[in-house]
Each structure stands twice: as structure tokens, then as C-alpha cells.
């Protein structure tokens, strides 16, 4: 079979080796339960769900691999869908790297997934897949702005800022994952782009630094990211409903 006529094989890469410190002490932000489940099996298993992804590459704290293997293998996946678990870096950039390395030859597209956005739906995941089969190099699930925003000159903590300008909010949109790739396109914004600080927590931001073109896709309001307590009494009440209205 010829490369033009050969199905573009698409692989997740979930990074999850950071602590989560917005949500309090504790287990790192990954595995904190939700509705029973460490949020990381809600997310590979959203991940799972598309019939477009065959392989999840799970990149854990360097420390606790085997542990978070031992969860996935604990709780049921999607039989179709093969999951990989490597040890991460110390950023998010660093660990998504790794992932990419441990793709294996034939994945032509790849998803990048934040492990605390447990539950993007499926058809969300389709639409960023699809945009990639379709010719975009470098896909974003993205929502309009609810709120004005304000961009405002630093200040000590606790005083006034000043605000320096007020940008159009309906050319704003609010970027989620999964953010989907041409495999090649990825792998050269992170073999490109120096490492510096705390590296890039927005792959897409990696590719539009090398020029290439970035697209939008609609998002999903469900696609969240749970950050802070808040948080996850919103997913908690976003599962029951969906349990109320699927039956599960």
C-alpha cells in the first residue's frame, strides 16, 4: 500500500508528570479521583474514544511510571486503542518531547492532550482529527470569550494595575486540547525551539513560532481544565449528568 493510500495512523500524547499545585497538596493533579477515577483514565479514556486513535502514549512523573501503568491497567480501556506509559521531563515541554519519541514508526498524526481536561468529548476529538486529515499541519479546539479582557502593565502584588489596552474580544478565543499535528511538523517545533524556562505549555505555540500556519476548530464548553476545587465540583456535575442522561 502506498503512503497516498495508506490510513493516517493518529497517536495522544498526554503529558502528566506535573503536580498540580493550584489544586492543593496532595496526589499530582492527574491522579486526583474524579466521580471514583483518577482524572488521567477520564482523559485517556476520552482520548480512547475516538475511533481515529490507536495509540495513547501516557508520559508520567519520572518517579511514578510504573504506578500510573498499574492504574491504567487497573481500570477498563477501549481494547482497539494500545496505551504507552515513559517517565517525563521536569517541564511540560520536555515531557511532551519524550512522548513524541516514543511514538513508533507509521503515526502520522498526533494529538497533544492535557491530562486535567477529563472530558472533552469524542466528536471534539473527531473534528481536530479530521482537520489534519484534511491538510492543516497544526489544529486547536478553541471557544469565543465570554468575558472582556483587559491586557494590564505588570504591578507589585496587591496594587491597581493599569490597563494599556482592551483587545477585541470577538477575534479572541480560548484554546483547549486536544491540539492535533502533522507528525513531522511537531516533531521539528520541538526539535526547533529551545528549552528555556518552563518550556511551552501550548504545543500550537511551538509551530506558529516556526511559521507555519495554526487553524481553529470549535470547541467544546465540557473541554475545560480542571485547575483549581472549583473545578472539579463543575466535571463532578458534568459526569452526573451525563450519567443521568446515558445511563452509565
Given at each position: 500500500?502506498?503512503?497516498e493510500?495508506?490510513?493516517?495512523?493518529?497517536a495522544?500524547?498526554?503529558?502528566?508528570?506535573?503536580?498540580?499545585?493550584?489544586?492543593?497538596?496532595?496526589?499530582?493533579?492527574?491522579?486526583?479521583?474524579?466521580?471514583?477515577?483518577?482524572?488521567?483514565?477520564h482523559?485517556?479514556?476520552?482520548?480512547?474514544?475516538?475511533?481515529?486513535?490507536?495509540?495513547?502514549v501516557?508520559?508520567?512523573?519520572?518517579?511514578?511510571?510504573?504506578?500510573?501503568?498499574?492504574?491504567?491497567?487497573?481500570?477498563?480501556?477501549?481494547?482497539?486503542?494500545?496505551?504507552?506509559?515513559?517517565?517525563?521531563?521536569?517541564?511540560?515541554?520536555?515531557?511532551?518531547?519524550?512522548?513524541?519519541e516514543?511514538?513508533?514508526?507509521?503515526?502520522?498524526?498526533?494529538?497533544v492532550?492535557?491530562a486535567?481536561?477529563?472530558?472533552?468529548?469524542?466528536?471534539?476529538?473527531?473534528?481536530?482529527?479530521?482537520?489534519?486529515?484534511?491538510?492543516?499541519?497544526?489544529?486547536?479546539?478553541?471557544?469565543?470569550?465570554?468575558?472582556?479582557?483587559?491586557?494590564?502593565?505588570?504591578?507589585?502584588?496587591?496594587?491597581?494595575?493599569?490597563?494599556?489596552?482592551?483587545?477585541?474580544?470577538?477575534?479572541?478565543?480560548?484554546?483547549?486540547?486536544?491540539?492535533?499535528?502533522?507528525?513531522d511538523?511537531?516533531?521539528?517545533?520541538?526539535?526547533?525551539?529551545?528549552?528555556?524556562?518552563?518550556?511551552?505549555?501550548?504545543?500550537?505555540?511551538?509551530?506558529?513560532?516556526?511559521?507555519a500556519?495554526?487553524?481553529?476548530?470549535?470547541?467544546?464548553?465540557e473541554a475545560?481544565k480542571?485547575?483549581?476545587?472549583?473545578?472539579?465540583?463543575?466535571a463532578?456535575?458534568?459526569?452526573?449528568?451525563?450519567?443521568?442522561?446515558?445511563?452509565?
Amino acid at each position: 500500500m502506498s503512503d497516498e493510500t495508506r490510513p493516517l495512523r493518529t497517536a495522544a500524547v498526554i503529558p502528566a508528570a506535573g503536580r498540580g499545585v493550584r489544586l492543593g497538596p496532595g496526589a499530582p493533579k492527574a491522579l486526583r479521583a474524579l466521580n471514583g477515577t483518577p482524572m488521567l483514565v477520564h482523559a485517556v479514556r476520552a482520548m480512547a474514544a475516538s475511533r481515529a486513535v490507536s495509540l495513547v502514549v501516557v508520559v508520567a512523573p519520572a518517579d511514578g511510571a510504573p504506578e500510573v501503568k498499574r492504574l491504567l491497567d487497573e481500570h477498563a480501556l477501549p481494547a482497539r486503542t494500545d496505551y504507552l506509559v515513559v517517565p517525563g521531563g521536569d517541564t511540560r515541554q520536555e515531557s511532551v518531547r519524550l512522548g513524541l519519541e516514543a511514538l513508533p514508526e507509521g503515526v502520522d498524526i498526533v494529538l497533544v492532550h492535557d491530562a486535567a481536561r477529563p472530558l472533552v468529548p469524542v466528536d471534539t476529538v473527531d473534528a481536530v482529527v479530521e482537520a489534519v486529515r484534511d491538510g492543516a499541519v497544526a489544529v486547536v479546539p478553541a471557544m469565543p470569550l465570554a468575558d472582556t479582557v483587559k491586557e494590564v502593565a505588570p504591578a507589585a502584588p496587591g496594587e491597581p494595575e493599569p490597563v494599556v489596552a482592551t483587545p477585541e474580544r470577538s477575534r479572541l478565543r480560548a484554546v483547549q486540547t486536544p491540539q492535533g499535528f502533522d507528525r513531522d511538523t511537531l516533531v521539528n517545533a520541538h526539535a526547533t525551539i529551545a528549552l528555556t524556562g518552563d518550556g511551552a505549555t501550548d504545543d500550537a505555540g511551538l509551530v506558529e513560532r516556526l511559521g507555519a500556519p495554526v487553524v481553529v476548530v470549535p470547541g467544546h464548553e465540557e473541554a475545560f481544565k480542571v485547575t483549581r476545587p472549583l473545578d472539579l465540583v463543575l466535571a463532578e456535575a458534568v459526569l452526573a449528568r451525563r450519567r443521568a442522561n446515558d445511563g452509565f
